[in-house]
């Protein structure tokens, strides 16, 4: 398998710009998880999905960021207007739910840099 | 609620000596327990697991974890460290199955481990 697949790897925008991140989970994964790492606040969960539906969105930081996973293979985490402070790395990982121990597969990540 | 408490934000060992990485964690009930090493511009891989049995776990590169009821804990250990090792540590907890387990993971906050030639 290929593992979690992440794009783009790199992406530089400057600040008022919409930014799409990609990520397509492992094949027969049912969850996914959208995280955000930066040195001040660490990892946080901002979003995870189960069977496609948003399950808790509770780590989104505000409206400018949004998410969909329009089908079992796909999903992506939009950010409009993007701000200096969204700046990050931005992970994306997948589990298997009848999996029980509910691991999780991370992808490579995003790094985000808005000037 | 669930949460994870990793002390030590940054240990420096020196290559061929031990280590011990610590984590706490706070849940009603036994969880299912990780550990996940992240290495610089890399993301999260999964060093080892803790479900049930035995509570010495071994896992990749030589790592091995001590799950221990009685002081919540789930230290992370291995005899001898290798440069390769530094990178950072991030200790993981999660509900069991039927137990409101809600799929997701808590992360505690990472240790940075830096290696001494």
């Known amino acids: 398998d290929a593992g979690v697949i992440q794009s783009p790897r790199h992406e530089v925008t400057e600040m008022g710009q919409e930014v799409t991140l990609r990520c397509k989970p492992i094949s027969g994964h049912d969850y996914l998880f959208w995280y955000r790492q930066t040195m001040m606040r660490g990892l946080e969960l901002l979003i995870y999905?189960?069977?496609?539906?948003?399950?808790?969105d509770s780590g989104m930081p505000e409206d400018r960021f949004s998410a969909k996973m329009p089908n079992a293979s796909f999903s992506t985490l939009k950010i409009q207007p993007s701000e200096p402070r969204d700046s990050a790395v931005y992970f994306c990982?997948?589990?298997?739910?009848?999996?029980?121990?509910?691991?999780?597969?991370f992808g490579p990540g995003t790094r985000l840099t808005v000037t | 609620a669930q949460s994870v408490t990793q002390p030590d934000i940054h240990i420096t060992v020196s290559e061929g000596a031990s280590l011990e990485l610590r984590c706490n964690y706070s849940?009603?009930?036994?969880?299912?327990l990780f550990w996940y090493v992240q290495s610089p511009g890399q993301g999260l891989q999964l060093l080892l697991k803790?479900?049930?049995?035995?509570?010495l776990v071994q896992g990749i590169k030589g790592f091995e974890a001590e799950f221990k009821r009685s002081q919540s804990s789930f230290n992370l250990r291995k005899p001898s460290v290798h440069w390769s090792d530094a990178a950072e540590y991030f200790c993981?907890?999660?509900?069991?199955?039927?137990?409101?387990?809600?799929?997701?993971?808590?992360f505690g906050q990472g240790t940075t481990l830096q290696v001494k030639p």
């Open positions: 803790y479900f049930s049995g035995d509570t």
């Open positions: 999905f189960n069977n496609n539906v948003p399950i808790d």
């Open positions: 990982a997948s589990s298997l739910g009848q999996d029980y121990s509910y691991e999780q597969y």
């Open positions: 849940y009603g009930a036994t969880p299912y």
């Open positions: 993981a907890v999660g509900a069991r199955r039927g137990s409101g387990n809600t799929g997701k993971l808590i």
